[in-house]
């Protein structure tokens, strides 16, 4: 279907529902907005109608002037271009919403998200319990109206730093064993903890005489706790699974052990101090995370980095990339086992790459680099001749080898081909993106699909494989190492000199009010920056769409059924980090 | 054959292991300690082993390395220290987790503000090294550092640093950034002599 034809659809279905459906005429906002009561017959029509397969990012706003709070919906066609913005709203005092869980159930950890920290009720959705905050928490932390234990002020820069700042050690306002508030009507002592026999409940229960499996030896359910601390899971990650005696029944992951509510404390700061905290996101693709920021606020402020700017920023994502996936193979063995010796080839090269980044950016990891209209400094003398050499001698030597090394090796084959596997259907549906996404058939990159900043110039493929199983994942990352390398060797030949800032870099800058949503091709699949800001130095809202969240929705459901040691392999195949999943 | 790729596998491990002999028997014992020595060891060419032997050597620091911030100072004529804060208070204000504190006081005769700060205090626990502060400072007074080793016994006193163990001197800046030094100082003597040109013409 062409563009003006889905012009023509789109505004039939407007007139479809006359009333029920408008646009948004706020000054900076776009898409439409939609009542309550038409909203899932709305979803299923674009879904069917206008091949809008694939819901990105499910949020809310809370509009407190207005007493209302917002859902704001991206959906995306799988074969590219601009995203569909739809919008519900509803009173502030009851906020409830049908949940679109029955048409994209990559929206179930979103819309429970959007439960837990904006106290937005999705009527019909399967599972609305809290899963960030835990069980038993008091309030919805995003409201605007809801304030932290020793709140301070609602925006930075606090007033008692300058001009009579006298320094306070964190601890003394907050000492140990005292630093804990609690609501008013709430007494630790008297509670009696639920959460994890409500958790243990929604689980799959198998009879001891019904196993189903037409076996002669019954078994009876185990329940495994696998985390929060355990090797494999990456972080402080947990996943409950229900043992059909080797066999996966059912599996919950339990997240938020390292929430530390990144949006609030977006919310606070002002624009240009987001742009380090970006960083502790996904802390392994720091450049990546800042690059979807600059373009969300650039939007907003309708500004564009000169083009010297751009190949820099190109090139940094896409060594951010490299460094990614070297540590996510790297891991992956570890989890299959191989104990730290691929584990460490990876991580050799991925040191070559960080020292460059500590040459430009001055920090090998907590890079903070980019800039609105720019980064933050030009290349160093001699740099790009470093990065030459790595990128056209060393690093394709190198992946060249990890490739002998691994891709053939018959251990790795059996525990990788045929587990986990996530159909492509199931892939859209559940809204995986980036590896995960492509592994299962998906020819779907946002650099190809809606080419941001000046990747539209580069020659590159989009790595595409079928089976989508851990072995295609594992391909996947392989081979878009190369593509990176590809691009960057572009790059480095075809770099201009000239200006890396547009204007002056301001410590205060000026956003005028509107929303933008910007969205990058990071490592793990497409990161998405939501911003609301109404004038003020402070971003009204401030919401990440983060891949790695979003894959783990359908991480339950592609484990059942195999071997309790394959949950550690499909884990370490979907490659998450867990500051970007608990943020 | 089945077991091919394993064996091909193992092969690669076999290389490196080896390499890292010959390696050693290439520098026969002069592979660590030495000047040089690590820019071969971890360049692009390396084979081997890659470590280094930390705190007997350590890693080079570029220029742009950051690491908790620092206040410039230039010496008086008679040795006195001149700080280039001005206390104009924009660090506090750009500093994402506000960890810099300023105390700006008046002069008791005119009650207009003195320029240099009576104390100035960073809390490097909560500092996250993200140098916004030093970019944002339009006196280059404060400035990102390059001294990582900061481990210390006490963290209840050790860890807020005043103005006094902030301090360091132009020549130290000068030391451990010298293009930005160089860079920087052009910038300033060009900025006096439009000032000074203006002042003439007037």
Known sequence: MSGDNRQKTLNALVDRYPGMLELDAREGYEGYIISRERLIEFAQAIKDELGYDYLSSVTGVDYLPDEKIEVVYHAFRSDGGPALVFKVQTPRADASVPSLVSVFPGADFQEREAWDLLGIRFEGHPNLKRILMWEGFHGHPLRKDWEEPYFMESGKPFKNRWPEGDAVRSEEINPFKKNVQYPPEFSPDGWIPEADEALYSGMVQLGAKDSGNGRTLETDQILVNLGPQHPSTHGVFRMIVS??????????????????????IGERNTYIMNMPFTDRLDYLASMGNNFGY???????????????????????????????????????????????????????????????????????????????????????????????????????????????????????????????????????????????????GVDYDVRRAEPYSIYDRFDFDVIVRHNGDIYDRYLVRLEEMRQSLRILQQVVRDIPEGEIQTGKSQYQVRVPPGESYGRVENPKGELGFYLVSDGKPNPWRYHIRSPSFINLTSFGEICKGHKIADVVGILGSIDIVLGEVDR | MYGLGLIKGLGVTLKHFIESYLDDIRWLGRRYYREGALAERQGPNARGVFTIQYPEEK????????????????????????????????????????????????????????????????????????????????????????????????????????????????????????????????????KEAAKEAKRKAR
């Open chain 1, 294 to 440: 600059a373009l969300a606020v650039e939007k907003l402020m309708g500004i564009q980095p000169p083009e010297r700017a751009e190949y820099i920023r190109v090139m940094m994502a896409e060594l951010t990339r490299i460094v990614s996936h070297l540590f996510s193979i790297g891991t992956l063995l570890n989890d299959l086992g191989a104990f730290f010796t691929p584990m460490l080839y990876a991580l050799t090269e991925r040191e070559l790459i960080l020292d460059i980044f500590e040459a430009v950016t001055g920090s090998r990891m907590m890079c903070n680099y980019f800039r609105f209209g720019g980064v933050a400094r030009d290349l160093p003398e001699g740099i790009l001749g470093k990065v030459s050499e790595l990128v056209t001698e060393r690093l394709p030597r190198k992946i060249d080898e990890l490739d002998t090394y691994l891709t053939d090796n018959e251990i790795v084959r059996s525990r990788c081909i045929g587990i986990g596997v996530l159909p492509r259907e199931q892939a859209l549906a559940y809204s995986a993106a980036g590896p995960v996404l492509r592994a299962s």
């Open chain 2, 59 to 190: 890693l080079p620091i570029p220029e742009e390395f950051r690491y908790i911030p620092f206040l410039v100072y230039e010496e008086g004529e008679d040795g006195d220290r001149e700080l280039r804060c001005t206390s104009c208070g924009i660090c506090p204000k750009v500093c994402p987790p506000q960890c810099i504190w300023i105390t700006r006081s008046n002069d008791p005769k005119t009650g207009r503000p003195i320029p240099t700060p009576t104390n100035f205090f960073i809390d490097i626990d909560v500092c996250m090294n993200c140098g916004l502060c030093a970019e944002f400072c339009p006196f280059d007074a404060i400035k990102m550092d390059h001294d990582y080793e900061l481990a210390s016994y006490d963290r209840f006193t050790d860890h807020i640093f005043n103005k006094e163990r902030l301090s360091k001197p132009l020549s130290y800046y000068q030391a451990i950034r010298p293009t930005n030094f160089a860079f920087e100082e052009a910038e300033r003597a060009e």
């Open chain 1, 243 to 264: 043992l059909d005696g080797e066999e996966i029944a059912d599996l919950q992951p339990v997240l938020g052990y390292l929430h530390r509510n990144h949006e609030k």
